[in-house]
């Protein structure tokens, strides 16, 4: 399984949160005295993540959504680990971490997909977990409630990026992996 190092994704969130005075968009809002302001990072407590079967046996649907007040940001890159082994699935295409803003009750969608159950490299474990954002600890799924009742079969795991839809999730695995 590659590796994707927490450290370089945690700081490159943090650089990317930052707020500067050169940027404004409508979905950040600006702040007195031409200073631009973006959300903060969501809290875990007011996401929701959810992880479900993605339609093959080797692919799980992701969803956050945000219960919070206001707009906020999580990574746009969902962070997709394995039990017991180290490291997390890789983006598809490869991507930077970066912001990606939830605005209040809104939804985002992922495809995560793992090994073919009949592969013989790789591992098998239990559950995956998710986090929206490196900084939180994420929810941990059952093998079962992804649709992978004999376990999760672990050989090089690839995610999309949050998109705005299930199919544009779906879409964006179906394209990264030709």
Not at 112 to 130: K, Y
Request: glycine share 8%; hydrophobic share 40%; with cysteine.
């Amino acid at each position: 399984m590659r590796l994707r190092s927490a450290l370089a994704s945690a700081l490159t969130v943090a650089a990317a949160l930052t707020p500067t005075a050169t940027t404004a968009s409508a979905a950040t809002g600006t702040a007195s005295a031409g200073t631009v302001s973006r959300p903060g990072t969501c809290p875990e407590k007011a996401l929701d993540v959810h992880a479900a079967p993605g339609g093959q046996r080797n692919v799980a649907r992701i969803s956050v959504t945000n219960h919070g007040d206001r707009a906020c940001v999580v990574d746009r890159i969902p962070t997709i680990t394995f039990r017991g082994l180290d490291g997390s699935a890789e983006t598809v295409p490869p991507a930077e971490s970066g912001p990606y803003v939830l605005s209040r009750g809104e939804r985002a969608y992922a495809a995560v997909r793992t090994a073919d159950p009949a592969a013989t490299e790789g591992h098998v474990v239990g559950s995956l977990s998710v986090s929206a954002d490196p900084s939180h600890l994420g929810v941990t799924f059952r093998a079962a409630t992804v649709g992978m009742p004999r376990g999760v079969h672990v050989w090089v795991p690839v995610t999309t990026l949050w998109q705005e839809s299930r199919a544009a999730a779906d879409s964006a695995l179906a394209d990264a992996l030709g």
